[in-house]
């Protein structure tokens, strides 16, 4: 097994997060967001690592992920953050995890598995306030808490909404967040006045967290800032917590002239060197990274030159030092190259670059 191309995640860094997120959100209760293999960091030892460091739940996006963190022995309480299907009701159940509902639908199911093997579930009711991708519009959930109330096996854990531009920082957009909070806020309250107490009420992922006070209610929902990204005007001491690593495969000489990888996209203006490193857009380094990266060996940073390959990409050494075998920096814990100023440089984001690493790229643990 080759672990020469690796995902080197440091857990202590990860607790150094957990506590700047404590810190700023004062007494609230945190939710680690791990879905999506832990943004690519690992599910199994990122929420492990979560529960030891005194997370108070977990996010999923899937049963199937809820149940692997179940079945590796972690007794967090889990949320399962997505719609799930009526067919994995009964999985919901067993597990112990805890749905969000949009709507009624599921309600029967858990009643019929629950009246059959015993125990009770505990559930959230999620608000739409302007996402408009799941929950129930804020006019139908008192019915539907009431209507989940009407059955004994069931009681609602809390109530959530999800906002869909706390990250932007135009006047639009803090005029449509501003609205999805007292749109929640209403809701809490109508459900007050009719007798029906929440305790568990959470709206911010990690821009409400670190832009919005009045989103925090009981819990804050802490995704990428966990995982040590966050908006450039924010120093809160929050660090990546992932280096994207591999080594020099072979050293070689280029002549003048000449071109490299694919497509022929970059040709050489002088004899230079170049060390080929095995590390390409199967593991995460995105092609649009052609011609527009540069990878950091022995402390200097080296462009990379021609196409990224599946599994392969050049970098220009000219005559730096660098040896066979020498490690190398794809992007990580680095001001100049980590997964938001890479992001920059695809147009995408660095929630998108994190999940795309490869799953043949070894994570690898300290702290
Ligand atoms: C993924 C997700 C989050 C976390 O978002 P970040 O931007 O990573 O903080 C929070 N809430 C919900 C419902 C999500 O799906």
């Known amino acids: 097994m080759s672990n020469y191309t690796i995902a080197e995640v440091d857990l202590s860094l990860l607790h150094n997060n957990i506590k700047i997120i404590r810190s700023i959100t004062d ?9 999506a293999n832990a943004y690519g960091h690992g599910i199994i030892e990122i929420s492990k690592a979560s529960e030891r460091f005194g997370a108070d739940v977990l996010g999923v996006a899937t049963v199937e992920e809820g149940i692997r963190i179940r079945e590796s022995g972690v007794s967090l309480p889990i949320i399962v953050l997505f719609q799930h299907f009526k067919d994995e009701s009964d999985l919901v159940c067993k597990y112990n995890l805890i749905p969000i509902i ?23 009711i999620k608000v739409d306030t302007g996402l ?17 109330l009407s ?26 967040t501003n ?49 040590g990204y966050i908006y450039d005007d924010y120093d809160l001491g929050i660090r990546p917590i992932l280096n994207l690593k591999s080594r020099v495969a072979l050293l070689r000489n280029i002549k003048k002239g000449e071109s490299i990888s694919y497509g022929m996209t970059w040709k050489s203006n ?12 199967a593991d995460g380094v995105p092609r649009g990274l052609s011609n527009n990266w ?16 599946m599994d392969t990409i050049v970098a220009d050494i000219g005559n730096g030092n660098v040896n066979v075998e020498d490690e190398v920096l794809i992007f990580g814990n680095d001001e100049r190259i980590n997964a938001n100023t890479l992001a920059k440089r695809i147009n995408g984001i660095s929630h998108e670059i994190l999940v795309n690493i490869g799953e043949r790229v070894t994570r690898v643990y300290k702290e």
Not at 152 to 176: C, P, R, V
């Open 179 to 227: 609205n999805q909070i007292r749109i929640f806020n209403e809701v809490l309250n109508e459900l007050k006045s009719n007798g029906i107490e929440i305790n568990n009420a959470h709206t911010a992922n990690s821009a409400a967290l670190v832009s919005y006070r009045n989103t925090y209610f009981d819990m804050v929902r802490a995704g990428i800032i966990l995982y």
């Open 102 to 124: 949009s709507n009624a639908d599921c309600l029967e199911y858990y009643d019929r598995y629950l009246k059959k093997y015993g125990g009770k579930l505990k559930l959230y």
């Open 294 to 309: 540069e990878v950091k060996i022995n402390g200097n940073y080296y462009p990379i030159r021609g196409r990224v390959c």
């Open 270 to 281: 002088s004899d230079t060197r170049v060390a080929v490193i095995p590390i390409g857009y």
């Open 27 to 35: 007494n609230v209760k945190l939710l680690n967001i791990v879905k």
């Open 151 to 176: 059955y004994d096996t069931l009681s609602i854990e809390g109530i959530n909404t999800h906002y869909a531009a706390a990250d932007m920082q135009d006047e639009y957009s803090k005029d449509f």
């Open 132 to 148: 408009n991708r799941m929950g129930a519009r804020p006019e139908e959930v008192l019915s539907l808490a009431k209507k989940v």
